[in-house]
């Protein structure tokens, strides 16, 4: 396995993805790295094999609870009938992969989380405390003429000066939804995933420094669904978030994967942002697979969390989704 620098990004050649050993050493370089490219082309079935040697599947909890009827009622029943239109396409495999695409179903209905147009920067449920989860992008058809940029933040982090860096280390961002505003072409089922996926209620928390299984530091940006920092007003906290991001955005920290049929990309989401900057919207037959797990097999202390840290304490799942569930009743029968 040879591993060569791409910028702010690395590319795997001479690897043989069928073989266990060398997947697994791959994920240890995901852990360091941030931005893996891989231009060997495999099924989804074995991404999903790949991936699960190195961690355990990741699903955004309040998809995960209803998805599996942990919460249910009416007040539930839309995004259930949402999750189950996108998860039919990788029905073998729906803890962790899912699609990005805008082609139809039988019914007309899209098989993606999102529509073909543009995302700004994010990463995968932002709001979400935890240790490091990767997600493997795989262009199964129709991607040449797209891109998707990724930043990894953690040489941004290490140049920042020590003022900044120490309030990067200090700082909590507390999180709300902000309509999907991370793309505008969301139709409404898209929303409901998305909300779920990434803020699923107002107040959660999550440190501004993070780091990835391997130990690596750098910043999880709050791009967007973003309120204020703990203790400090929203005023300041604008102020201080565009700073910061003068510091990250910058070309030398930016990845552009200019796709063609059967690549993958893998990124991590703790410290590392993507977008895509290409406005997709005629092609409806770019389809991509999307898988993500933790890095637990491999790094044993990188175990998932049990909690979501919001008002400042530590709120067990359960907790946390009656409080969902709650607020989700108020919303629909008000």
């Not at 690395?10 to 240890?28: M, N, S």
């Not at 979501?308 to 989700?328: I, N, P, Q, S």
Request: with cysteine; proline share 4%; net charge negative.
């Amino acid at each position: 396995m040879e591993v060569n620098k791409i910028g702010n990004a690395v590319e795997v050649t001479d690897i043989d993805l069928l073989d266990d050993q060398q997947a697994q050493e791959l994920g240890k370089v995901c852990a360091e790295e941030c931005v893996v490219v891989v231009k060997q082309k495999i099924d989804e079935k074995r991404l999903f094999e790949v991936m699960t040697l190195w961690g355990d599947p990741s699903r955004a909890i309040l998809h995960k609870y209803v998805g599996e009827k942990r919460l249910s009622g009416r007040h539930w029943r839309e995004l259930l009938l949402n999750l189950g239109y996108i998860s039919n396409a990788v029905k073998d495999f729906k803890e962790g992969m899912s699609r990005v695409s805008y082609e139809k179903n039988a019914k007309g209905k899209p098989t993606g989380i999102f529509t073909n147009g543009e995302l700004d920067w994010h990463s995968d449920q932002q709001s979400h405390h935890d240790q490091q989860r990767v997600i493997g992008l795989m262009s199964l058809w129709g991607s040449r003429g797209s891109q998707t940029t990724f930043l990894c933040t953690a040489p941004a982090y290490e140049a920042l000066n020590h003022e900044d860096r120490s309030m990067v280390d200090e700082l909590y961002s507390v999180w709300k939804w902000d309509g999907g505003d991370m793309c505008k072409d969301l139709i409404p089922s898209q929303k409901e995933i998305v909300r779920y996926h990434m803020v699923p209620f107002p107040g959660m928390e999550c440190p501004l420094m993070d780091q990835t299984a391997s130990g690596r530091k750098g910043i999880k940006f709050p791009s967007h669904s973003f309120s204020h920092f703990r203790g400090m007003s929203r005023e300041d906290s604008l102020k201080f978030r565009s700073h910061l991001w003068e510091q990250i955005n910058k070309p030398e920290y930016i990845h552009t994967q200019n796709w063609e049929d059967g690549e993958i990309v893998f990124m991590d989401q703790n410290i590392t942002l993507h977008a895509r900057p290409t406005n997709v919207k005629d092609g409806d037959k770019r389809t991509m697979s999307r898988t993500i797990t933790y890095m637990n097999k491999l790094f044993p202390g990188a175990t998932p969390n049990d909690y979501v840290l919001y008002d400042g304490r530590k709120v067990g799942h359960e907790e946390f989704a009656k409080l969902v569930d709650d607020a989700r009743k108020d919303e629909f029968y008000s």
